[in-house]
Structures are given as structure tokens and as C-alpha cells.
């Protein structure tokens, strides 16, 4: 059973980026608006969020927007766009006030503002040492913020599709039409047509088998944007998070850094005055966690396993309980220790997408290194790739590009939808659609279980396309993905019903993991040069000459991924050498 | 490693006539999560097997459900404290859509029913309204909620009149009712002296031992009683 719904306006994906959309369009009483979701809103993945949102408020120290850009700029090691940078740190300061009066209950200074810390990467005076810019809300910001934007959300009624899992875009001549959606509960298609269509659908970390990432994190967005003939940018830009849990990938926040938390190798050093002498635990990201994994490589990790210590002892009960409660219990509930009396186990955890839909700064859509526009077409958060966050993302940047972007995405949506026209609905949407569910359903019997291909994916991609990169490796990744590429043709749907049949929308999803791991793996191998989270040994400098560009991963008709390039755009900040 | 056995009540409306309780035998690490031993079930050996999952790690509230007879979320239990023979069933008081999972939309709608929003129509000041330390901790417990149903389908007030708000609804209202920021108690400490509201609670404590995120849900629904019983959130 096919069923049609006509909007104006449509958000695919409730996290940050989509409901703060979906408010900005709420506000147009004009406009009809749904938002379309796989999860109940309160279930995406922004809830997990923990450290803090990033603005040069200044409410404990002296800080400016221009600061936060250069740091952004440097953490992208050059290759974020500064006219973008710019804009997120400049509208940082408005959108975390707006938070705060759309009722955001973030903890406090002693005289009552917004309270804030120091995080990876973030300095004053263009680097000088760490500044306090990370507005917080214990450790539990991404939660609040999810929580206020739904709240406002149901205040100015947004129409909600929840469990709606989208599974096609219907793109033709140059226009988006709307979306192809999958209603969980009933297994029946719902063509969703509309003027304007906002992918906001979060990350992908599912690739690899150590994530910080929910299960949900699947890269629907990205996968459905490049089989409709959407090009993805910078796909080989790839976070691992220093600190997860051992084993688990759970998230222990850079925050615990930012209270002055500090890692320590199998000798009790604290190894990061070693790799960056200036701002040692909190450089950033990328820097902390070669830093880790060249630890464990040489034999330093503690007991010469794969892990180093996060020690906090040192911090006491009260700050441990009362600024990162989440993180105590993580600890107590998952590994059976008390961060006020051990320090906590971790390693790198595959952790956020710097590369995905390539967008301008209205987040619009673009199909080419020229800037054309896929009309209609519109993505933001995780998803997208403005670029903000180049070659690697400094923490704190994720949640500022969800609520920046995510609001530009709404202003752009609401001024567009005004004057288009509604276009056409392609003949017989849902048919690629039902093909692909069709071919999924099709071994009866005797066929693979998608888990089993999914784990040897992301052991395979945790190996070879990680923090540290070979071209063998790489190599090796690429071929083994493309054989669970093509046994994926026979994989065993063991759940034949409609209702609820999380068995076979699992698979489906793998199909997405599968093309993003092919895709970024190709990419990677496609860089020859070491840029951000991209580290290979063979090389191993980066290379403005020749490389000082983003990539943009095409394919077409199912053909082979062909790959060009988009000039990165530099203002202010002219590229030297990073040093922490 | 050690083998346990899961007893899961299995119930699809499409296809069967009542539920059932199906038995797997699965090797499982004392650190497993629940929800690790059931997705081995469900990717290794019985792909129909159904239920909420995505953050794993107890922040999203996805996976409620009924371990051993008490609600928790699957993915923070661990396997080493539930023994060898272990029970997993839907929440109570919900239809069953398929197998653990239930239907929502009830509990939704209790939650919208509060005003669930912040609501203060007063011009805002140009950068952030300005609240202490202290007040700001005053409702801190409440702000903790992932809306995850564990504590409204615990409660036996709740299982014997489903028209009942429901503990995870006033914990809702009590996040706003004592935010000093917000301009709109009275008109939801009316709601919730309705005869559906909060005087529906016996004081059984259930809710607060439900709870994953450890929010002191009984307390909290007193201190709305009271603040009823005053005519005031501030005094
Ligand atoms: C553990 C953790 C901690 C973090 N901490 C911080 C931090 O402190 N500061 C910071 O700045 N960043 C942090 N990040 C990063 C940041 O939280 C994420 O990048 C961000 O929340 C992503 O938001 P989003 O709105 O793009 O996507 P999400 O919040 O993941 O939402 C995606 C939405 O899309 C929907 N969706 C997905 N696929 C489909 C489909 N096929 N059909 C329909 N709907 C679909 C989902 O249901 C969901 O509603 C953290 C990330 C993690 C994992
Ligand atoms: S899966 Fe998110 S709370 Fe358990």
C-alpha cells in the first residue's frame, strides 16, 4: 500500500540539526511542515552529546569570535571553508542566547550566566593557551539541547512522522521533489512530496567496530544523497575520539580533559607533554589521538594492551559527580570503576563525519566543483559537509554546526518555499525502492546474516582505514569491502512480515554502511598526503600544493566512484604548520 | 565465557493468536549488556526477534523493557547480574506492536499533555536570562529524563487507570514547574491537580526504582503535591 502526503516544507531526521529547522519553519503559520524521523526524536544520537556547545560568549574570560574561527580554521588543519568558519563562530554567540531563551537550563557561572570550560583545541590570543568557551550543561548538553528543541517543537506543533525511516530522494532534472519513506510499524510506503527537503540524518560511525556511534548511526543520509546522484565531499576525513571506553567505544567527553583530567601511558607518563607541549591533554583531537594509538604502538599502553589511562583521581568527588555525573555512572554501570579512585581505561573511538553532502552556506545541496544547485535540496548537521570542520573537527563544533546550520537550513527553507512552485512527482516513485527491497528479500533461504558482514566490515575498516593508514592496508580494506559488496547480494532476511521488521530495514542499512566504507576507503587512498584525522605512513607530510582542495566522490548510474575537487576557501587565515 | 538461556515473550498480532515465551541459548561474557545478548539472538539466530535499540549506553531511552520481572533498559544491565536464566518481556500497561516492542504513542501524549515547553512571554534580555547556581540545582533531578517509559509503566496506579498522567509526565512538568525562568506553573499545577494528576500517586516508590537515570521521581512528584497544596512553586 502506497500513500502520498503533500508539504511544503520536509525534515529528514529529528536530532539537532532537523528540529532546529523545523522550529524556524513552524514559525511560518504559511507553511506546511512535517518532520520525518526513524527515531522518536528524543532517541537520535545528539542526546548523547556530552562536553559542551562552543561560543566565544566570554562570560569567565576575555574571548572573540575571530579567535574561535582561527581555532576552528587550525583544527581543520586549513581545509574547513573561512567564509563558513566565520559565519558558525560569528552566529555562535546569538544561537547559544536563543537556546537559552527557547528555555535550555545550562549550568551557571557563580553570577548566574552561562557557565563554560576549556576543550580541545580551543584558545586564546590564536593559540596562546586554553580559554573557557565550551557552554555546557553538565556533561549532558547534547541531551538538553534535543530535549528543548522537541519541547519547542511540540509548542509550535510540528508535524511529526516518528518511525518513518526514509529510503529513496526523488531527484529529477535538477529539482528534488521529496522523499520515499518506509513506515516502520505497518511496512507500507509513504511518497512524501514537497518544494523543499532537508537531510539532516546524522553520521555513520557503524563503519567501524569501536564507535561512539548508536546503532541507528547508519548513514542513510549520505548513502541515498550518492545513489540519487548527490556527490559527497571530503569522505576520507574520518574522527576517532581519543577517549573511549576500552572495548566498548562509549564516549568518555573531552571534558573530563577540560576539568584537567590527563592521560597517562604504561609508565604513569603523561606522554601528551611529549606531542604537544603547549596545550597537551587538550590539543586537538586528531593530534591526541595519533598520540594514543603511537603509545600503544610502541608498547606503552597499560599492560601492553590496547589501551591508555584517563586519570581524573585528582579532581575529587565534587567535581567528578556534579559537572560529569554521566560519565561516573558510564564508568560504574559498564567497567565496575569509580573514576574518583581509578582512572578510566580508554582508546580511540571511530567518533564523527567531517566529510558527507556537500552544501553552501544557505545549505542548499551542490552537485559540482562550480557550486551548482540541486533546487529544492537542502542538508545540515553531521550529514553535511559546509565544510566547517575540514580535516578534522574540534570538539564542541558539532552541536554550534547543528543549531547554526540547522537554523540557516529553516531562514533558507521558509524564503524559498514562499515563491516555489510545487514541482512533479517522478513516474512511479517508490519503484527503485521496491526494486532494492525487493532484491533483499529475494534469498528465501541458506543465505548470510547481515551481522556477519557488517562485523567483518568494520573490523576491517577499524584495521586499515583509521587513525593510522597504509596503502596496503587501505588496499586490502577496499577489495574487502567490495566482496561483502557482492555478498551482500545474498543476504538472508530471516523476518518475512510487514509489521515491524527491524530484521530486514538491518540489512538495508548495512547497504548503506557498505557504499560510505567503500566511498571513504577510495577517497583515502585517492589523498596522497597526511591532513587532520587522514594520517598515512607513506605520506606521511601534508601537502598545500598539491592537496589544498576538497574531494568530491561522485557515482553515477552505479557506475565505478569518480572523484574531483572544490577549491577550499581561505580568508583571513593563511595555512602554516600546526603545532599544539 | 558461560551459556544462558533468554525466556522471551514473542507476540506478533500479524500472525499469532497470544503470546508466547520462546527459549535461546546464547554464550555470552560476564560484561555483555542484555541488549548484546539480544541482538546476538536476533542476528545469529532468530531474525524476527523485535525491539527498540540505538544508543546502547542508556541515553536515548530506546529499550525499556521487562528484565527478570523489573523495568530496565537492556543496554544497562549487565549479563553478569542477571543470572543464567534470564526473562525478558514487553512494559506493561501498552499494546504490544511486535514481540518488546510497545506502542508509545499513549505515553506521548500524557508527556504533551503538561505543557512540556518552556513558557515565559516577557521580552528576553538581549543575551541570557540570568539564574544562580542554586536555583538553577533546584530542578536539575528532573532535567534528566530520556522519556525511556520505565517509570509510568512500573507504577500500579498506572496499570489500574491508564488515564492517569503517569509519573514520566509530572517529572516532565516538575523540570518547568520549578525552573525560575518560566512564567507558566500555575496553569500546569492545574493540570496536574486534576483528578488524572498527580493525587492518582500512592507514594509506591516504584517509579524511582525504575528509573535509569536515577531521578528521585517520587520526591519529585511530592514536591509538585505540595507546591498544589500551596498554591506555589516558589515558596
Ligand atoms: C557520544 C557522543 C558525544 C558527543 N559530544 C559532543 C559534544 O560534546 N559537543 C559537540 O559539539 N558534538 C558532540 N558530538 C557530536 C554531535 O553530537 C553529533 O555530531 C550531532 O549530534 C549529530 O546531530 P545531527 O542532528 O546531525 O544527527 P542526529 O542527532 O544523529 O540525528 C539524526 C536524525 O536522523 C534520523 N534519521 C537517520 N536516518 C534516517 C532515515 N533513513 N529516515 C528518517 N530519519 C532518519 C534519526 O532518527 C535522527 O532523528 C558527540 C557525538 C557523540 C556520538
Ligand atoms: S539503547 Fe539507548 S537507552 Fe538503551
Redo the contacts between chains.
Sequence with gaps: MIHTHHYDALVVGAGGAGMMAAIYLSRNPDLKTACISK??P????T??AQGGIGAALANLEEDHPEWHAFDTVKGSDYLGDQDAIETMCTEAVDV??EL????L??????????AQRPFGGHTHHFGEGPVRRSCY??D?TG??IL??LY??C??NGVDFYDEFQVVDVMVEGGVCRGVVAWHV?TGDLHVFHAKATLFATGGFGRVWSITSN???NTGDGPAIALRAGIPLEDMEFYQFHPTGIYR?G?LITEGVRGEGGILRNDHGERFMERYAPTMKDLASRDVVARAISQEIKEGRGINGKKYVYLDATHLGADVIENKLP?IA??CR??LGIDPVKEPMPIQPTAHYAMGGIPTDIDTQVILDAHGTVLTGMYAAGEVACVSVHGANRLGTNSLLDLVVFGRRAGLAMERFCRTAEMPGIPADPTARTEARFGALLATESGGE????LREEMQDVMQDNVGIFRTAAGMQHALDKVRELKARFAKV????R???????LLEAWELGNLLDLAEVTTVCALNRTESRGAHMRDDFDKRNDVEWLKHSLAHVEDGGPIRIDYKPVSITRFQPKERVY | MSMVTLRIQRF????DAAPVYREYTVEVDP?D?VLDTL?AV???Q???L?????????????DAMRINGVNRLAC?V?MRDVGAQVTVEPLMGFRV??DL?VD?EPF?AQF?SVL????NDAR?P????????ED?ER??DT?????CAACTTSCPSFWANEDFVGPAAIVNAH??IF?T??AAAAERLEILNDREGVWRCRTIFNCTEACPR?IKITKAIGEVKKAILYGTARA
Excluded at chain 1, 100 to 103: D, N, Q, V, W
Excluded at chain 1, 105 to 114: E, L, N, Y
Design positions: 527515531l522518536y528524543t532517541r537520535s544520537h542526546g548523547a547559544i542566547v537559552e531563551h527557547m528555555g537550563p545550562f549550568s551557571r557561572t557563580p553570577d548566574g550566566k552561562i550543561a553538565a549532558r541531551h538538553m530535549q528543548t519541547q519547542n511540540i509548542k510499524h548508536a546503532h541507528a566498548l562509549i554521566d555512572d558510564f554501570t559498564y546474516p547481515a551481522a556477519r538472508q532476511v530471516m523476518d512480515g510487514k509489521r515491524f521488521n527491524t530484521d | 506478533n498480532p500479524e500472525a560484561t549488556r541482538n536476533k542476528w545469529y532468530d531474525g524476527t523485535t525491539y527498540r535499540r540505538s544508543c546502547a549506553h542508556g541515553v536515548c531511552g530506546s544497562k549487565l506492536i511486535k516492542v508509545m506521548f504533551r512540556p515547553f518552556f513558557i528576553p538581549e543575551r541570557e536570562r540570568l539564574q544562580s547556581v538553577r530542578f536539575d532535567t534528566k529524563c530520556i522519556l523540570r518547568f525552573d525562568r518560566d536515577e
